[in-house]
């Protein structure tokens, strides 16, 4: 049984000009101990469709799921407040801004210590002992003397650490990082990323990483899901999303990945062309307006999954036996 288990998730949000079909019918799960990569532009669904799952919508959005669950739970069973409690024991979350995560009125040990011991039913020393031990996983120094020191007091790296050390602090089951070093200078990223990395290892906890940043999925990774218009258009291990790309999108962010003989980070340089309008969402492929293989049948048919693999899924008319389109491959 996997971890959690999604079923055709749909999300809409209702604002003046129409319904925003953000997350248009997804499935995919994540297995125990794995790390699971959601790739896309800003706008494709994937931090809405884990803000879905976590019921962490805003009061205009509207969701329905055929199926999501979670640890043997079902999901689609318990209420907002069920979930808080799920929020911080069973899954941990990191966001891009520590500072709009963090209290600025609080001490990081006020925020460290108080959901370990709620959380846990322990007494307040063993939940500082704990926290103590926790900055010192992440590598923060001097622990005792940090605990009683304010958010600001930080650097936005050891920000980011505090907020690592939040989320790993019940022992969660699933980690949800979204562009967790994104505000982050290069040189920070690169040891957030390493300590993640080093967590994931120790801990075996599963982890959904969030990013725009094809380079951070290659690291951290087992699996892929790239995401656009609100869909899944590929799916499949790190080898075959990186070797054996099958969809016209997914060639596009290989190929705007820069070499690393420029020195540069691998940051996806966008496609050309713009995001589909999700108020008023294409009839057919969500990427036929950007797409240079685009055929006839693509603006008017939705693409099904074709399954590839046990691991690797695509939808793109021109894996279809009849289209006319010729199958090319990126070499990476
Ligand atoms: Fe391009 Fe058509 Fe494939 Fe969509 S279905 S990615 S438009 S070839």
Redesign the pocket.
């Known amino acids: 049984m996997h971890l959690l288990q999604v079923q055709n998730l749909r999300t809409t949000f209702r604002i003046d000009a129409g319904q925003v079909q953000a997350v248009r019918g997804i499935s995919f799960y994540v297995k125990k101990g794995e790390s699971l990569g959601i790739v896309g532009e800003s706008g494709s669904g994937k931090s809405v469709s884990m803000l879905s799952i976590m019921k962490l919508l805003p009061q205009n959005a509207e969701l329905q799921a055929d199926h999501v669950q979670f640890n043997g739970q079902d999901l689609n069973q318990i209420d907002q407040k069920e979930m808080r409690k799920m929020l911080g024991s069973e899954i941990g979350m990191i966001f891009q801004d520590p500072m709009s995560s963090l209290n600025p009125l609080l001490t990081i040990g006020d925020q460290i210590v108080e959901p370990i011991r709620i959380h846990q039913k322990i007494s307040k020393e063993a939940a500082r002992k704990k926290a103590i031990d926790i900055l010192r996983i992440v590598e923060i120094p001097s622990p005792e003397k940090r605990l009683k020191q304010y958010p600001h007091e930080f650097s936005g790296g050891m920000r980011q650490r505090v907020m690592i050390a939040i989320a790993i602090s019940c022992n969660p089951k699933l980690l949800i990082a979204d562009e967790p070093t994104t505000a982050l200078d290069v040189t920070i990223q690169a040891q957030i990323l390493d300590l993640m990395h080093d967590l994931k290892n120790k801990m075996q906890t599963s982890i959904v990483m969030i990013t725009h940043d094809l380079g951070v999925i290659a690291n951290m990774c087992n699996r892929v899901l790239v995401m656009y218009g609100g869909t899944i258009?590929e799916e499949g291990t790190i080898r075959e999303i990186f070797y054996q790309p099958k969809?016209?999108?997914t060639w596009g962010l290989i190929k705007s990945i820069p070499t690393v003989s420029t020195g540069k980070r691998e940051k996806l340089i966008p496609i050309p062309g713009s995001p589909p309008d999700l108020i008023a969402p294409p009839k057919g492929?969500p990427?036929?307006a950007r797409?240079e293989?685009?055929?006839k049948i693509?603006e008017k048919i939705p693409?099904q999954q074709i399954t590839l693999s046990e691991t690797h899924r695509a939808?793109?008319?021109?894996m279809h036996p009849k289209a006319s389109?010729v199958a090319k491959e990126v070499t990476v």
């Open positions: 258009v969809h016209p999108y492929c990427f036929t797409c293989y685009a055929m693509c693409p939808a793109c008319w021109l389109g």
